[in-house]
């Protein structure tokens, strides 16, 4: 808009000849009325017309000599026709610097001034059209925004009451496939315990033929005279009985292993002494197999047997009712994360009219001679060195930061990553108008604390197009 109006006055700008003393403006022009005494403009004297551009100051305020560099505290207006009109201080006039580009600051230096207003004009007139037209191409796009941006809310928020519905109905069937799951699980536990149950038996009496094995053969090598009982010398045969490791046996600790009998038969020794010797006892004999084979047996003996038929048919129909159901909670959970997402974005501000809408879920990245700057609206902004190395968060998104009466125009991101003994890192995100959505520029004006320039359509307003006929 601004751009219009500054074309329009441009255009409307032409040299008008209006009697007036020299570097007085046509404001002011009804104040120097040459039939009449001037009254400086302050009001602090009244002097003669003839005194008004005299080359000495009588007023305080030098507005009896806006044409010459008498009075300090004077101003020149510049006519300027084709250009810009404008006021410099009076002591420019007649310095032999060209101020004004219509010349007319330099009447009586002795310099020749070309006058550029016309061609400074065009090209100012051809800068103002080019914004212009940004403006106005940017505004269409603007427009075509805002359009997208009301469709698109109308299909989340119709894709949005369907999740509703449907996720009442994938509850619904959740619940029914946890039942189902708890139901296939009771026979697999049953199955499954019943199972163990029998391999544990197994093994206790394995184990127990195997001690019983043991036993009978420890029994047979400590009755050293082979007439069926083992008495207390025969067990004093075997130091490492020795119940306080002292390295003997002795006859009183080796009745003490046959307790109050005398001897001790096969029975009465599996019984009763086995139990209490098994841990220290060591065979005379070398063991018949090698130390691997029974390993190997022990661990084929710790390895559960497969699942029988009937047993393997709950597991497998439990298995199944278990993945049915977590396909389906993974659903669930699926579209209750869409909800989230979908209620998160319908929420957001996205400015009056949702023109802002377009840059959800978009990054936009700008390279500079040392880092990456990465701009996600309405997520972070980040930084990256350009040749590698961990990325820094420059902030998250926190509002709206503009002006009360241009709220749209700034965004801001807040608690990034911390600085050395300094606050986190910030980002304050000026929008620009343009036809392009891409980072223009960032910059660090203070410690931590950041300014991107991001230009974007959804930010031009609609153009102003001015009057055929506007006042100097």
């Not at 008498?70 to 610097?97: L, M, W």
């Not at 003997?248 to 009465?268: K, R």
């Not at 139990?275 to 005379?284: H, Q």
Request: proline share 5%; net charge negative.
């Amino acid at each position: 808009m601004i751009f219009l109006l500054l074309l329009g006055a441009l255009s409307a700008t032409a040299a008008v000849e209006v009697k007036r003393p020299r570097g007085v403006s046509l404001t002011h022009q009804h104040f120097y009325d040459e039939s009449k005494p001037f009254t400086c403009l302050d009001g602090s004297s009244t002097i003669t017309f003839d005194q008004v551009n005299d080359d000495y100051c009588d007023c305080r305020d030098g507005s009896d000599e806006p044409g010459t560099a008498a009075c300090p505290e004077g101003r020149f207006h510049c006519t300027n026709a084709g250009y810009k009109p404008q006021y410099i201080p009076s002591s420019r006039v007649n310095d032999g610097v060209c101020d004004c580009c219509d010349a007319t600051d330099e009447y009586n230096s002795g310099i020749v001034c070309q006058n550029t207003c016309k061609e400074m004009g065009r090209k100012e007139r051809e800068a103002l059209q080019q914004m212009a037209e940004l403006a106005r191409e940017g505004f269409r796009l603007k427009k075509i925004l805002i359009e997208e941006a009301s469709k698109g809310k109308e299909e989340k928020q119709k894709k949005l009451v369907e999740l509703q519905d449907g996720k009442k109905s994938l509850e619904d069937q959740v619940e029914r496939l946890k039942s189902l799951k708890e139901e296939a699980e009771k026979p697999e536990k049953e199955a499954k315990e019943t199972h163990l149950k029998l391999w544990e038996e197994q093994k206790a009496a394995v184990q127990a033929a195997r001690d019983q094995a043991q036993a009978s053969k420890a029994f047979q090598e400590l009755d050293d005279n082979a007439d069926g009982v083992i008495s207390v010398t025969e067990l004093q045969t075997h130091p490492e009985l020795d119940p306080d490791d002292d390295g003997t046996l002795t006859e009183a600790e080796a009745q003490a292993l046959l307790g109050e009998a005398m001897q001790a038969d096969p029975v009465s020794f599996q019984e009763s002494i086995w139990a209490t010797i098994k841990k220290k006892y060591r065979p005379e004999a070398p063991p018949s197999k090698q130390p691997s084979d029974k390993v190997d047996e022990d661990e084929a003996e710790e390895k559960m047997p497969p699942y029988d038929e009937r047993t393997q048919s709950f597991i497998d129909a439990a298995q199944k009712a278990r993945e049915h159901f977590e396909e389906a909670e993974k659903s669930l959970k699926e579209m209750e994360e869409s909800i989230r997402s979908l209620e998160q974005e319908i929420s957001f501000d996205f400015g009056p009219s949702g023109e802002f809408a377009y840059l959800y879920n978009q990054c936009y990245e700008l390279t500079t001679n040392e880092y990456i700057y990465r701009l996600c609206p309405f997520s972070r902004v980040s930084q990256k060195p350009k040749h590698g190395g961990s990325e820094t968060n420059l902030g998250t998104w926190g509002s709206w930061a503009g002006p009360d009466e241009d709220k749209f125009s700034v965004m801001k991101y807040e608690h990034g990553t911390g600085c050395w003994q300094g606050p986190n890192r910030s980002t304050r995100v000026k929008l620009l108008c343009g036809k392009e959505t891409v980072v223009a520029s960032t910059t660090e004006p203070s410690r931590c604390e950041y300014l991107m320039e991001f230009i974007t359509p959804a930010v031009c307003q609609e153009p102003f197009e001015p009057s055929d006929h506007d006042e100097l």
